[in-house]
């Protein structure tokens, strides 16, 4: 199963495959014609964009984006991307690429930074795609989503779990074999702020919303400076292994049911992204990347071309919402000790962050 670091090693490659196949293609200004511009602001933890420079043969015909466009405020580091991506030009100006470019996508590892980032393409009206997580604060998330409607900007943000094949079985199983009493949702890695999102935006894609409060437990990884991985195990210097963290959303009663408690776990435990739904007829564990020899994020790959062409998001604003907020709330938890209702969040009620995030994203360029 493809992880980051995958993903990171790929995208060196894909710039000199797309440059070797280039060369028995139809010049550029007949190929073009019709394909989208993507821009993108900033160095993250993926490469999405390399993938649009050399999609598999049998999507060609589907994709209709390429990398264009690519700015970053660390020195050399755009200059980098735009060779290692497949990117055609650096621009200085990140206001200045929004309006060259057709559509945008911000992968920022700083996400503190994603509503000023964001702001001139919502207000452009252009389809903007924001990695996870989302934003910062409550109230930054809510003003992205604002600005998304008042200008008619179609917005994705998105775990790559939320498109995997096995959303629609695990929709299914609870139609057959509801209502749901609870769930576990598993994600092997554990860094708090990027792995959250995969759990928590699983499980609601496959079961929908209603969360009514958060509480974390377990070992808290910020700082990516201070783990090591030896033999496939995350392991601090000081304190040896690593166990997992725990988000503990409790959702509203529906229907008259008693409400669905979900364990959204990030960490060390055995297996692979899953959800292990617990019905009142059955539970069944449903595993992500297990079909249709589709690499997990494949289908992230996909859905963000199909947002580019059709401007539509793939999911609700209130989703996008809602999930932001239960990984706020989780935060709140941890740094409380008490559960926490996602309503009574404020404004400036914050995930956290690290410079760790962006330096090791960094690291992999200079």
């Known amino acids: 199963?493809?992880?980051?670091?995958?993903?990171?090693?790929?995208?060196?490659?894909?710039?000199?495959?797309?440059?070797?196949?280039?060369?028995?293609?139809?010049?550029?200004?007949?190929?073009?014609?019709?394909i989208l511009k993507i821009g993108q602001l900033g160095l993250g933890s993926h490469g999405f964009a390399g993938r649009f420079k050399a999609p598999p043969e049998n999507l060609k015909d589907r994709i209709r984006c390429k990398p264009y466009a690519v700015w970053d405020d660390y020195p050399g580091v755009a200059e980098a991307m735009m060779k290692n991506m497949?990117?055609?030009?650096?621009?200085?100006?990140?206001?200045?690429?929004?309006?060259?470019?057709?559509?945008?996508?911000?992968?920022?590892?700083?996400?503190?930074?994603?509503?000023?980032?964001?702001?001139?393409?919502?207000?452009?009206?252009?389809?903007?795609?924001?990695?996870?997580?989302?934003?910062?604060?409550i109230s930054s998330a809510e003003e992205i989503v604002r600005l998304a409607k008042l200008y008619d900007a179609p917005l994705m943000s998105a775990s790559s779990l939320e498109f995997?094949?096995?959303?629609?079985?695990?929709?299914?199983?609870?139609?057959?074999?509801?209502?749901?009493?609870?769930?576990?949702?598993?994600c092997p890695e554990q860094l708090f702020t990027w792995m959250f999102p995969h759990v928590i935006n699983f499980?609601?894609?496959?079961?929908?919303?209603?969360?009514?409060?958060?509480?974390?437990?377990?070992?808290?990884?910020?700082?990516?400076?201070?783990?090591?991985?030896?033999?496939?195990?995350?392991?601090?210097?000081?304190?040896?292994?690593?166990?997992?963290?725990?988000?503990?959303?409790?959702?509203k009663p529906r229907n008259g049911e008693p409400p669905i408690i979900g364990m959204n776990q990030i960490g060390a435990c055995p297996g692979t992204y899953h959800i292990n739904i617990y019905a009142s007829r059955e539970n069944r564990i449903f595993s992500a990347g297990q079909r249709d020899n589709a690499p997990l994020?494949?289908?992230?790959?996909?859905?963000?071309?199909?947002?580019?062409?059709?401007?539509?998001?793939?999911?609700?604003y209130e989703a996008i919402l809602e999930q932001h907020r239960a990984l706020v709330a989780t935060n709140v938890s941890r740094l409380t000790g008490n559960a926490v209702r996602l309503d009574r969040l404020g404004g400036d009620d914050a995930i956290p962050y690290s410079d760790s995030l962006r330096n090791i994203c960094l690291r992999s360029y200079i």
């Open 86 to 137: 497949g990117f055609e030009r650096v621009i200085k100006d990140p206001v200045e690429l929004v309006k060259e470019s057709d559509v945008i996508s911000i992968l920022h590892a700083d996400y503190r930074k994603i509503l000023e980032l964001a702001r001139p393409a919502l207000e452009a009206g252009k389809p903007v795609f924001i990695n996870r997580p989302f934003t910062d604060t």
């Open 164 to 186: 995997q094949p096995e959303i629609e079985e695990m929709k299914q199983f609870v139609k057959e074999n509801g209502p749901v009493r609870s769930y576990e949702a598993y």
């Open 1 to 34: 199963m493809e992880n980051r670091r995958d993903i990171l090693k790929k995208t060196l490659v894909i710039g000199g495959i797309a440059g070797i196949v280039a060369t028995q293609k139809a010049p550029a200004f007949s190929k073009d014609i019709g």
């Open 203 to 251: 499980a609601h894609a496959a079961l929908g919303g209603g969360i009514d409060s958060a509480y974390f437990c377990g070992d808290y990884i910020m700082d990516l400076n201070q783990i090591k991985i030896v033999n496939g195990n995350w392991v601090h210097p000081i304190r040896g292994s690593i166990g997992s963290a725990l988000s503990v959303l409790t959702y």
């Open 297 to 316: 994020f494949m289908h992230m790959f996909l859905a963000q071309n199909d947002f580019y062409v059709t401007r539509k998001p793939p999911r609700p």
